[in-house]
């Protein structure tokens, strides 16, 4: 029995230019309906799958996207930090639908900044505003600090959201200063 070599598209188009992996089970019509996308367009977008009801795990789809993702972009620092500081962010797909930017951050406690008790990553959309959350610590000491900033479907990645990660307090809700800031224009593909 011939194992079956999945189908991997040279490049995708514009619109569609992000990567779905087929796992075993997927089929083009529940993809449809995870990326919120019309079935003939996923279709439409897919010319290296010549029949949409075969699916082989390991296939690799164009599936909507204003950039290439999931990609990878480092944050950079906006000041003086403490050496060994650094910041990253995960642009993928959401594990619910639509996509999403992780942050993961190693940086001092936020009182190193003043008055901060937490740290803020926020992911700023040009002409609609800022989605962000809070991060969370690990229990290393300086912790390393990560979040999940789930986007909502009337919004897409593209290469001018900036990300940024800054000191906030939680009692007075007044932040700090950026410490980190990127766009995602030079968010590169991760190495799995």
């Known amino acids: 029995m011939s ?31 995870i990326f919120r996308v019309r079935l003939e367009a996923l279709y439409a977008n897919n010319h290296h ?71 803020i990553t926020t992911a700023y959309f040009m002409d609609i505003g800022g989605f962000g959350n809070e991060l969370f610590p690990t229990s290393e000491d300086p912790p390393t600090w990560s979040s999940r900033i789930e986007l909502p479907t009337v919004v897409s990645l593209s290469a001018d959201v900036r990300i940024t990660i800054q000191p906030s307090n939680s009692t007075t809700g007044i932040s700090g200063a950026v410490i980190y800031e990127s766009t995602l224009l030079e968010c590169n593909h991760c190495k799995s």
């Open 49 to 119: 799958i010549p029949d949409p009801n075969l699916l082989i795990p390991g296939d690799v789809l164009c599936v909507p996207s204003l950039i290439p993702i999931p990609c990878c972009v480092e944050l950079q620092k906006k000041g003086r930090l403490p050496f060994g500081t650094g910041a990253t962010a995960f642009a993928n797909f959401g594990p619910r639908g639509g996509q999403s930017i992780s942050v993961l951050a190693t940086l001092p406690y936020p009182s190193y900044f003043g008055n901060y008790d937490m740290y």
């Open 3 to 33: 194992r079956q070599v999945p189908r991997v598209p040279t490049s995708c188009p514009d619109g569609f230019k992000g990567r779905y992996v087929v796992s075993p089970g997927d089929t083009l019509f529940t993809l449809s309906r």
